[in-house]
T-cell receptor
Framework: GEDVEQSLFLSVREGDSSVINCTYT??????LYWYKQEPGAGLQLLTY?????DMKQDQRLTVLLNKKDKHLSLRIADTQTGDSAIYFC???????????FGPGTRLSVLP | DSGVTQTPKHLITATGQRVTLRCSPR?????VYWYQQSLDQGLQFLIQ???????AKGNILERFSAQQFPDLHSELNLSSLELGDSALYFC???????????FGEGSWLTVV
């Protein structure tokens, strides 16, 4: 069945780069997404990538997609304390009819 | 601000009761999704509507029901509430198939 997996926790020091990894199962996914959830808030769309792309860069964020391995990663450069949040990976499935979310990776940024 | 509005933001109710959560999608969005987020289950997809019709069903309990009205707002009805139903309930919307979904701020439900 459809499944998205992520590691649950990541700690980095302020100023370092963070890399959050995700694996998904639906090879027909059209889009893959990263969402950010801050405490007590909803899920905020950070970025997304089309399945025919390998990389997308948006300021401090870099998304890498390895379609062969069904692996997606989000790199945050110069991580700040404000980046502390839960990051969800998601894929669109069944030709975009629905979305499957991973369990979320809790990023802690240490001073 | 995503443009998706959910009410109420917080709700405390007793076991056995029934509540209704309301969602107004972004202007022009036809699809509405409901998700439940609890500490032990993560983000669980409940149900999706597209232009008033049910399109997909996830892990939604029989005690729960939803509908999407002609003006495209949606309601999630939770009945015979149990302690384990305490969670954050999210509504999300999208223009249609294959588009990005945008989340509301959620409705915190506490069952005591």
């Amino acid at each position: 069945g459809e499944d998205v997996e992520q590691s649950l926790f990541l700690s980095v020091r302020e100023g370092d780069s963070s890399v959050i990894n995700c694996t998904y199962t639906d090879s027909s996914s059209t889009y893959l997404y990263w969402y950010k959830q801050e405490p007590g808030a909803g899920l905020q769309l950070l970025t997304y990538i089309f399945s025919n792309m390998d990389m997308k860069q948006d300021q401090r964020l870099t998304v890498l997609l390895n379609k062969k391995d069904k692996h997606l990663s989000l790199r945050i450069a110069d991580t700040q304390t404000g980046d502390s949040a839960i990051y969800f990976c998601a894929e669109s499935i069944r030709d975009g009819q629905n979305f499957v979310f991973g369990p979320g990776t809790r990023l802690s940024v240490l001073p | 601000d995503s443009g998706v509005t959910q009410t109420p933001k917080h709700l405390i109710t007793a076991t056995g009761q029934r509540v209704t959560l309301r969602c107004s999608p972004r202007s022009g969005d036809l699809s509405v999704y409901w998700y439940q987020q609890s500490l032990d289950q993560g983000l669980q997809f409940l149900i999706q509507y597209y232009n008033g019709e049910e399109r997909a069903k996830g892990n939604i309990l029989e005690r729960f029901s939803a509908q999407q009205f002609p003006d495209l707002h949606s309601e999630l009805n939770l009945s015979s509430l149990e302690l384990g139903d305490s969670a954050l309930y999210f509504c999300a919307s999208s223009p249609g198939y294959g588009n990005t979904i945008y989340f509301g701020e959620g409705s915190w439900l506490t069952v005591v």
